[in-house]
C-alpha cells in the first residue's frame, strides 16, 4: 500500500546543520495549507490503493496552528482512502510540545510522534541553534505520554567537535532513559551551504576523525542492542513491533506521494520532485499546475536504487526478488561483485538474501558503490 508524505517548511530558525528545504516565512503558512489541500486534489490520482502510512516532516510542523493541522488532516482523509491502521506520523521540536498541542494530537488521528532531540547537552543544542534545551525532551516525552501517544522517536547527532565517547554514551543513556519506542542516530553532516560548512571551510570547526566516528557507531549499536532496540536499519533502531513503517516504505520500493515545496513523489517507474520554493510552490498551486520536475527510470537506475536502499536494511537484498524484478543478469552480476565482500567478512550470502555484516555497515557506501552498475 502506498505511503504519504507532506512537506511543512516553516520554522521558527534555521539550525546550522540543516540541508533540507524550509523557509521562515510563516505569513505564508496559511497559504500553503490551502495549497497542500489544493495539491491533493490535482494529484488524486498519482497513487492508488489505500495510503498505508501518513508522515508530516519538515521544516517543523509542529509549528501549524490547531487550525492549519484540523484543515490538512480534514482534507487528508477526504480525498484519500487511509488504512484504518495506518501509522500517522508528525515530526515535533520538543518545545512545541505543550499539554494543549498533545490534546490537539491526540483528538487527530495521529499514532507516532518523531522528535529531534539531536543531544542532551544544552551547550551542544545552543551550538547547532536548535530552540529548546535538553530539559524540554523528558518534558515532552512525559507530556506525550499523558495524552497517549505510544509511539515515539527521538533523533540524535553524534560527531560533534571535540565530542569524546564519554559525552556520546551519556547520550545514548539518556535516550534510553526515555523509554521511547524508536531512536534515529546520525553522524553530523557538514553540507554545502549550510552556516556548518562554512564554518568548516573557515576553520573554526573541525569534522570528528574516522576513527572516533566508527567508535561511536559501535558504541551506539552496543548500547541499544543491550537496552532492546532492533538495529534494522543503518541509522534506525527500535523496539520489537515499533519499525518506522512509514521510511520502510523508502527503503522496499513501494510508491509514494509527496506533497508541498520540495516534496518527492516516486511511483515505481519514475521519481518526481515539487519546486523548492514555498512562493513558487503556492503560486503554481494556485494556477491549477504542480511545479515540478520529473525522471523516468530506466531499469539500471532501478536496480541501484534497490541495491542502495535494500542493503541499509537488516534483511538486506532478496536475491530472489532481484531476479524477479531485473532478471538473472543482474542477479549475477550482483552476486559477481559481492564476492570479495564475502570473502573480507564485510557481507553475508545466505540461499536468498545478501546483507550487510556488522563490519560491512562501517564500509557500507563503498560496498554499495561496487555493486552498482555504471552506465
Same mark, same amino acid.
Request: hydrophobic share 35%; proline share 3%; glycine share 6%.
Given at each position: 500500500?502506498?505511503?504519504? +508524505?507532506?512537506?511543512?517548511?516553516?520554522?521558527?530558525?534555521?539550525?546550522?546543520?540543516?540541508?533540507?528545504?524550509?523557509?521562515?516565512?510563516?505569513?505564508?503558512?496559511?497559504?500553503?495549507?490551502?495549497?497542500?489541500?489544493?495539491?491533493?486534489?490535482?494529484?488524486?490520482?498519482?497513487?492508488?490503493?489505500?495510503?498505508?502510512?501518513?508522515?508530516?516532516?519538515?521544516?517543523?510542523?509542529?509549528?501549524?496552528?490547531?487550525?492549519?493541522?484540523?484543515?490538512?488532516?480534514? +482534507?487528508? +482523509?477526504?480525498?484519500?482512502?487511509?488504512?484504518?491502521?495506518?501509522?500517522?506520523?508528525?515530526?515535533?521540536?520538543?518545545?512545541?510540545?505543550?499539554?494543549?498541542? *498533545?490534546?490537539?494530537?491526540?483528538?487527530?488521528?495521529?499514532?507516532?510522534?518523531?522528535?529531534?532531540?539531536?543531544?542532551?547537552?544544552?551547550? /551542544?543544542?545552543?551550538?547547532?541553534? =536548535? /530552540?529548546?534545551?535538553?530539559?524540554?525532551?523528558?518534558?515532552?516525552?512525559?507530556?506525550?505520554?499523558?495524552?497517549?501517544?505510544?509511539?515515539?522517536?527521538?533523533?540524535? @547527532?553524534?560527531?560533534?567537535?571535540?565530542?569524546?565517547?564519554?559525552?556520546?554514551?551519556?547520550?545514548?543513556?539518556?535516550?534510553?532513559?526515555?523509554?521511547?519506542?524508536?531512536?534515529?542516530?546520525?553522524?553530523? @553532516?557538514?553540507?554545502?551551504?549550510?552556516?556548518?560548512?562554512?564554518?568548516?571551510?573557515?576553520?573554526?570547526?573541525?569534522? $570528528?576523525?574516522?576513527?572516533?566516528?566508527?567508535?561511536?557507531?559501535?558504541?551506539?549499536?552496543? =548500547?541499544?542492542?543491550?537496552?532492546?532496540?532492533?538495529?534494522?536499519?543503518?541509522?534506525?533502531?527500535?523496539?520489537?513491533?515499533?519499525?518506522?513503517?512509514?521510511?520502510?516504505?523508502?527503503?522496499?520500493?513501494?510508491?509514494?506521494?509527496?506533497?508541498? *515545496?520540495?516534496?518527492?513523489?516516486?511511483?515505481?517507474?519514475?521519481?518526481?520532485?515539487?519546486?523548492?520554493?514555498?512562493?513558487?510552490?503556492?503560486?503554481?498551486?494556485?494556477?491549477?499546475?504542480?511545479?515540478?520536475?520529473?525522471?523516468?527510470?530506466?531499469?539500471?537506475?532501478?536496480?541501484?536504487? $534497490?541495491?542502495?536502499?535494500?542493503?541499509?536494511?537488516?534483511?538486506?537484498?532478496?536475491?530472489?526478488?532481484?531476479e524477479s524484478m531485473f532478471g538473472s543478469d543482474c542477479l549475477n552480476y550482483c552476486l559477481a561483485q559481492s564476492r570479495r565482500y564475502?570473502?573480507?567478512?564485510?557481507?553475508?550470502?545466505?540461499?536468498?538474501?545478501?546483507?550487510? $555484516?556488522?563490519?560491512?555497515?562501517?564500509?557500507?557506501?563503498?560496498? @554499495?558503490?561496487?555493486? @552498482?552498475?555504471?552506465?
Amino acid at each position: 500500500m502506498p505511503a504519504l +508524505y507532506i512537506h511543512i517548511p516553516f520554522c521558527k530558525s534555521r539550525c546550522i546543520y540543516c540541508g533540507f528545504y524550509s523557509t521562515t516565512r510563516e505569513e505564508l503558512r496559511s497559504r500553503y495549507v490551502d495549497a497542500l489541500c489544493r495539491e491533493m486534489e490535482l494529484r488524486r490520482g498519482y497513487v492508488s490503493g489505500d495510503i498505508n502510512t501518513v508522515y508530516l516532516g519538515g521544516g517543523t510542523p509542529s509549528q501549524l496552528s490547531a487550525d492549519e493541522l484540523q484543515r490538512l488532516f480534514s +482534507y487528508i +482523509y477526504k480525498v484519500y482512502s487511509v488504512d484504518p491502521g495506518a501509522e500517522v506520523t508528525i515530526e515535533c521540536n520538543p518545545d512545541d510540545i505543550t499539554p494543549s498541542y *498533545a490534546s490537539l494530537l491526540q483528538s487527530l488521528p495521529v499514532n507516532r510522534v518523531s522528535m529531534g532531540a539531536q543531544t542532551f547537552s544544552d551547550e /551542544r543544542l545552543r551550538f547547532l541553534h =536548535r /530552540r529548546h534545551n535538553a530539559q524540554e525532551v523528558s518534558r515532552a516525552v512525559e507530556i506525550l505520554r499523558k495524552a497517549g501517544i505510544g509511539n515515539i522517536s527521538v533523533d540524535l @547527532m553524534f560527531g560533534f567537535p571535540d565530542e569524546t565517547l564519554s559525552m556520546w554514551q551519556s547520550d545514548i543513556d539518556s535516550a534510553v532513559a526515555l523509554g521511547v519506542e524508536h531512536i534515529s542516530a546520525y553522524s553530523l @553532516m557538514y553540507e554545502e551551504g549550510t552556516p556548518l560548512y562554512k564554518m568548516l571551510e573557515s576553520g573554526r570547526v573541525k569534522e $570528528t576523525e574516522e576513527e572516533q566516528s566508527l567508535a561511536m557507531y559501535n558504541e551506539l549499536i552496543d =548500547r541499544l542492542s543491550a537496552a532492546g532496540y532492533e538495529h534494522y536499519e543503518i541509522s534506525n533502531f527500535a523496539k520489537p513491533g515499533y519499525r518506522s513503517r512509514h521510511n520502510s516504505s523508502y527503503w522496499r520500493h513501494v510508491p509514494y506521494i509527496g506533497l508541498g *515545496a520540495a516534496a518527492h513523489s516516486y511511483d515505481l517507474t519514475s521519481r518526481q520532485w515539487n519546486v523548492a520554493d514555498v512562493k513558487a510552490y503556492i503560486d503554481s498551486i494556485c494556477s491549477g499546475t504542480v511545479n515540478a520536475e520529473r525522471e523516468e527510470l530506466d531499469m539500471n537506475t532501478r536496480y541501484n536504487d $534497490t541495491v542502495m536502499t535494500s542493503l541499509r536494511t537488516a534483511e538486506g537484498i532478496s536475491l530472489d526478488e532481484l531476479e524477479s524484478m531485473f532478471g538473472s543478469d543482474c542477479l549475477n552480476y550482483c552476486l559477481a561483485q559481492s564476492r570479495r565482500y564475502i570473502a573480507d567478512g564485510l557481507l553475508e550470502n545466505s540461499p536468498h538474501t545478501l546483507r550487510l $555484516t556488522r563490519r560491512g555497515l562501517f564500509v557500507s557506501d563503498m560496498i @554499495m558503490s561496487d555493486l @552498482m552498475i555504471v552506465d
